[in-house]
């Protein structure tokens, strides 16, 4: 099922899918093998005979979701958008019946949307997300509540700041008073992201916001927000090494226990992606989710633009062979967008993994997809692409499992 992995901190897998590591005899790391469950045909098939047999919304919904997402994972980008289209058709009225599934169908058209430059629909279905779960669960729901916070994400990707921090605040005091910690600390923790996210491309402005945000987090006393309170002070101190003070990290990572090899890596830090000495700009950072625009690249041919990168975490948690592992069909190694990405992600500094050091490690995946937003233009009826160039993100990481070994 699509989910977004929008938060540094909070990110949660995106597209289940089963990968094998494999060491070969000496001891060299070879990239898994990536099996994405059923093939397209079988869920197309599955999709057929459930519409065939009137199935149920829920069903309906399920069988939809598997097959945008094969669809999706596969490159297709515009069918696996008509294919949850034509089921919005038939379901969008079983809101009230079937609010979270029809929910998960608006947020999967949104995220889609997205990768297609589809900025109106992006933004109207995170909208219509919250109106959905609304329309048959009550306004204090934690999961109508989620949603306000990713509506808050929202209006953040589209620049759109005030908004985003009074939809943050509304579901953090509203959380506090319904003793609701976690969607709190999360919705918290989106404010101190956000705003360190904007100082570190406009200090002069957002520094003193960033911070804080971060302190309020990151001193909070009360026990149902430490989780959240550690995330926060990740975030301080990777302010604190953009700003010149490169021993924070160290020390961060110093300070964490090695975590089991069945969870998710935590990232602790991601250089800032460096494209100085391209044409034209638009700063951008991919880290925190808000930013999908990667700035200094000049709009080319941004259809069917997309690679999948795949990287070993490695037990002291510096990433190793990182490597586009799959490409579209238009994608050329010429391209300027990919390399400035694996630079980044080479760079990245995770949280150490309990595993004999040498073990391969983790291995992730993830989507990167060049677009650029529809706009209209005054005076002419026909959409242009915006001359601003942008990388939407998704994880397509498996559920975590322990690492295999290296032996």
């Known amino acids: ?20 590591g494999q060491t070969n005899a000496d001891g060299a790391k070879e990239a898994p093998i990536i099996v994405y469950g059923e093939s397209l045909a079988d869920s197309a098939r599955r999709l057929n005979d459930c ?21 999706f994972v596969a490159g297709d980008y515009l069918n696996a958008r008509r294919t949850l289209l034509a089921s919005r058709s038939r379901n969008k009225q079983f809101s009230k019946t079937y609010p979270v599934e029809v929910a998960n169908l608006l947020r999967a058209n949104s995220r889609v949307a997205a990768h297609l ?5 992006q933004f109207m279905g995170a909208l219509d997300t919250v109106s959905a779960l609304k329309a048959g669960l009550p306004d204090d729901h934690p999961r109508v509540l989620g949603a306000r916070v990713e509506l808050g994400d929202t209006y953040a990707r589209f620049g759109r700041i005030s908004e985003a921090e009074k939809q943050y605040r509304a579901v953090a005091r509203r959380a506090n008073e319904l003793g609701l910690p976690k969607v709190e600390g999360h919705a918290l923790l989106r404010i101190a992201a956000m705003y360190t996210f904007l100082a570190e491309s406009d200090p002069a402005t957002y520094r003193y916001s960033a911070k804080r945000a971060l302190d309020g987090l990151a001193n909070n006393a009360d026990p149902d927000l430490i989780a959240f309170a550690g995330a926060a002070r990740v975030l301080k101190a990777r302010l604190a090494f953009r700003s010149g003070d490169s021993s924070v990290v160290d020390a961060l990572i110093a300070s ?26 638009t700063n951008l950072n991919i880290d925190n989710g808000f930013s999908s625009a990667l700035g200094r690249l000049p709009v080319h041919n941004v259809d069917d633009q997309w690679v999948d ?3 070993w975490v490695a037990p002291d948690g510096k990433v190793t062979d990182a490597a586009v592992m799959r490409e579209s069909k238009k994608y050329s ?6 390399k400035p990405i694996l630079a980044s992600i ?38 242009q692409r915006s001359i601003e160039p942008r990388i939407e993100f998704l994880d397509l ?4 499992v322990a690492a295999k070994t290296g032996s």
């Open 51 to 71: 519409i065939e047999r009137q199935c149920a919304p829920d069903q309906d919904i399920a069988a939809t979701l598997r097959h945008a997402e094969n669809q």
């Open 309 to 311: 990168v795949g990287f």
């Open 397 to 400: 990481s498996p559920l975590p």
């Open 333 to 338: 190694d010429s391209n300027p967008w990919v």
């Open 256 to 281: 964490y226990q090695a975590q089991a090899p069945n969870l998710t890596p935590t990232l602790l830090y991601a250089p800032k992606i460096d494209l100085a000495g391209s044409p034209r700009t």
């Open 346 to 383: 080479e760079g990245r500094r995770y949280a150490p993994i309990a595993l004999d050091p040498s073990d391969p490690g983790v291995f992730r995946v993830e989507r990167y997809t060049y677009t650029s937003r529809y706009t209209d233009i005054t005076g002419s009826r026909i959409r």
């Open 1 to 20: 099922m699509l989910k977004a992995a929008i938060l540094l901190i909070m990110a949660s897998p995106l597209l289940s899918s089963a990968l094998s």
């Open 117 to 121: 430059g589809e900025g109106e629909a």
